[in-house]
């Protein structure tokens, strides 16, 4: 069975590319991983080693280098055979050995998933942070990882069901999106394809029928387009490289249909092109004949040649309406600036030593994995947090916003001027006062939009305000801005610190409804504190924020009293189990047409009988019949959203047009029921009005947001909650 010279196929591309020490290496690594995964057999029956190959097999297919082939055909030598890592270095030398266990260590990570001691989520972060700083101190590691996944997936009917979910569920939560920032782009839709084909296998086959078919339907007129393009440009001396039609992915198709709530076989059927030019400076000029030749469809035009995004990805985006009146997608891009975006950090191995890999390319590289180096040193004594942190700032779709001098900044989606001063400088945000937004006055807590130039106003003494700290309002939306922000208050002196502590500890428990100071001895005691005076100054540090005292301290009460029960439980035909609330204590049943799915916007009808059907919003069912007083707008909870406790809240305001409407609007987002409402006319000359509230409450977090956002709004004087007990203490005071 051993066979002592391998005659694979596999040592030919190796050889291809090679030096020969390192074709030493890899056929060495080759022996050894052979012979020691010996007899061992896949769940398909294949020798075990057929795994390691394939994985070794991509690696070399993206030409890279000797140490990281011989640790991907070493992979799983360590954990499943007698073989260890000391011995692997003994043989194979330091850099391979390193590479190997790396890779060996992100699998305990998978352990407790099967063992099942951790939550979904608690999976997904640990694995996150191994996969971060195993990135961060050799991004093959983690290549070799991501093409690890990549051949367990394509494999993967051998497993067993639930596992098989497991797998898909964490390829689309952590590996394609990894995939993804890393610019592997060809990788992450392969991920994705073969994740949607375990997860919602039906939906991947009309998918990929109908792409299919569509790809042969548009095959005639694309020729016949792309002839066109090639003879316009030609006739204006831009050279055209190459046409290709890039057909929308699967995962994407998916993506669109499910959040339009479209059924599954309307794929868009918009004609789409890529056109390959011989330098940027022709891409452009390529566009310019081109918007001259066919309408350009306005606001469709993006260029990510001048402003690349941070994965590699290059390209000018166009979207135009050919003559023949169909709406057609174009992009124009270098071979070069292809092949990168096709390959992402691969292509620093790619084109290694070619004239295709530019400084500038290792730049992008080298800045990416220093920027999550950075986010991942930031609090080390917080590891959790951080790399949910990282994931949220790095997974986050991207915009780019300008300085007043032009330089670029990319920052996460959502994010507010406040945090583009702090991602100038820490000092420009902490002195930040205003922010003026393509020469208008900006909020400070507002998203910024693709393309805004934002100029950020400082005020010499300024310091950080504690709101913006505040997690519940929307001044800061990256880790990185919240850290450095934070920093600002270490360096109070403890006696000020101690002094606003206990002021920032007064006012959250008074919206609490516990005013009194002696209730701090308890705050104390709870977060493990001998005196209020070290708590006091630990809030001051802002190393304990507002929030997390808040809902500590509601959590240990919440269960004081029993809940009510508000949401009803639901079965899709495949089993799952749903929960949905807003529907009273009725009977619900899914409907078998439209599938609803948690996240879609769903409606109830009520039938005769009062039972009631879940339908996704427009439903083709009852398109056309819309009895009135038969729907109930619904909502999916999630579980343990099913109970909820009634909260009585008082909030003191100075009247003014719109404040109740913001209210109600804040309380829709929040999903909260509002069981009563009731507001006091003013009652003596200084316009002060009294609304008191009744909420149906899911969990502490949400009431804290509730009560901080509604604290937040212009004109509201104070929030405070009060005892549920007895009728509403505000029908006495008329
Ligand atoms: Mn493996």
Request: glycine fraction near 6%; aromatic fraction near 8%; hydrophobic fraction near 40%.
């Amino acid at each position: 069975m051993y066979d002592p010279l391998p005659q694979d196929p596999f040592f030919a591309l190796v050889g291809s590319y090679l030096s020969p020490g390192e074709r030493l290496l890899v056929r060495q690594a080759y022996e050894l991983a052979r012979r020691e995964h010996g007899d061992q057999r896949r769940k398909s029956g294949e020798p075990f080693f057929t795994h390691p190959l394939s994985v070794a097999t991509y690696l070399a297919q993206y030409r890279l280098d000797g140490a990281a082939v011989a640790a991907a055909l070493l992979h799983d030598v360590a954990e499943d055979t007698r073989v260890s890592v000391a011995d692997i270095e003994a043989q194979f030398g330091p850099a391979v050995a390193q590479l190997v266990d790396g890779v060996t260590k992100l699998k305990d990570v998978s352990k407790g998933v099967a063992q099942a001691v951790m939550t979904a989520e608690e999976i997904r972060m640990a694995s996150l942070h191994k996969l971060f700083e195993a990135m961060t101190a050799d991004v093959r590691v983690v290549i070799i990882k991501l093409f690890d996944r990549l051949h367990n997936m394509s494999t993967i009917e051998y497993l067993p069901p639930a596992k098989q979910t497991m797998k898909a569920e964490e390829t689309l939560a952590v590996y394609a999106p990894l995939a993804n920032r890393l610019g592997m782009w060809q990788l992450k839709n392969e991920l994705e394809g073969l994740a949607l084909e375990v997860l919602d296998n039906k939906a991947y086959s009309v998918i990929k029928q109908q792409l299919e078919k569509l790809r042969h339907e548009q095959r005639a007129t694309l020729d016949t387009i792309s002839q066109e393009i090639v003879a316009w440009l030609t006739q204006a001396h831009l050279p055209v490289r190459n046409v290709l039609h890039s057909p929308e992915n699967i995962y994407t198709s998916y993506q669109a249909i499910t959040k339009a709530a479209k059924p599954i076989h309307s794929i868009d059927h918009t004609l789409r092109l890529v056109v390959l030019l011989e330098d940027a400076p022709s891409c452009y000029l390529a566009l310019g004949r081109l918007h001259e030749l066919w309408r350009p469809i306005p606001h469709r035009f993006d260029d990510y040649i001048a402003v690349p995004r941070n994965n590699l990805y290059r390209a000018l985006h166009t979207a135009v309406i050919h003559s023949s009146g169909q709406p057609l997608r174009i992009r124009l891009r270098t071979v070069d600036m292809y092949e990168v975006s096709e390959i992402g950090v691969l292509a620093k191995w790619v084109y290694a030593n070619t004239p295709l890999w530019s400084k500038g390319i290792t730049q992008q590289v080298d800045a990416l994995l220093a920027s999550i180096s950075e986010e991942m040193n930031q609090e080390p004594e917080r590891p959790g947090t951080s790399v949910q942190n990282i994931v949220e700032d790095l997974f986050r779709h991207q915009i780019v916003v300008y300085s007043p001098r032009g330089d670029v900044f990319e920052l996460p989606q959502g994010a507010t001027p406040l945090d583009f001063a702090y991602a100038i400088h820490s000092e420009v945000g902490n002195h930040c006062r205003a922010a003026l937004v393509n020469d208008y006055n900006y909020p400070l807590d507002k998203p910024l939009q693709d393309g805004d130039q934002v100029r950020i106003l400082t005020a010499d003494r300024g310091h950080p305000h504690r709101q913006w700290l505040n997690e519940d309002l929307d001044y800061l939306t990256t880790h990185r801005a919240r850290t450095k922000a934070r920093r600002w208050f270490r360096r109070l002196s403890r006696i000020e610190a101690i002094e606003q502590g206990q002021k920032v500890l007064e006012e959250e428990m008074y919206l609490l409804g516990h005013a009194a100071d002696h209730f701090h001895q308890s705050v104390a005691t709870l977060f493990g504190f001998d005196n209020p005076a070290e708590l006091y100054y630990t809030i001051g540090r802002a190393e304990l924020l507002p929030v997390t005292i808040s809902v500590k301290v509601l959590a240990a009460e919440w269960h004081r009293e029993p809940l009510m029960d508000v949401g009803g439980r639901v079965r899709s035909e495949e089993g799952e189990e749903f929960i949905i609330t807003q529907a009273g204590h009725r009977r619900l049943h899914l409907c078998l047409a439209c599938r609803p799915r948690p996240g879609d916007s769903i409606m109830g009808l009520i039938r005769v009988g009062g039972n009631v059907t879940v339908h996704r919003e427009g439903c083709h069912t009852f398109r056309g019949e819309m009895p009135a007083g038969r729907f109930l707008k619904l909502a999916w909870g999630a579980e343990g959203t099913r109970q909820v406790r009634l909260v009585r809240l008082r909030v003191d305001v100075f009247d003014r047009k719109g404040l109740l409407f913001e209210m109600a609007r804040l309380l829709h987002e929040e999903n909260v029921n509002i069981k009563s409402i009731l507001t006091l006319e003013p009652h003596d000359q200084d316009g002060q009005v009294v609304i008191m509230l009744e909420l149906e409450v899911v969990s502490p977090r949400q009431l804290v947001r509730i009560l901080h956002r509604t604290q937040a709004l212009t004109n509201v004087c104070s929030v405070r909650c009060l005892p549920a007990e007895g009728p509403m203490p505000v029908m006495e005071r008329g």
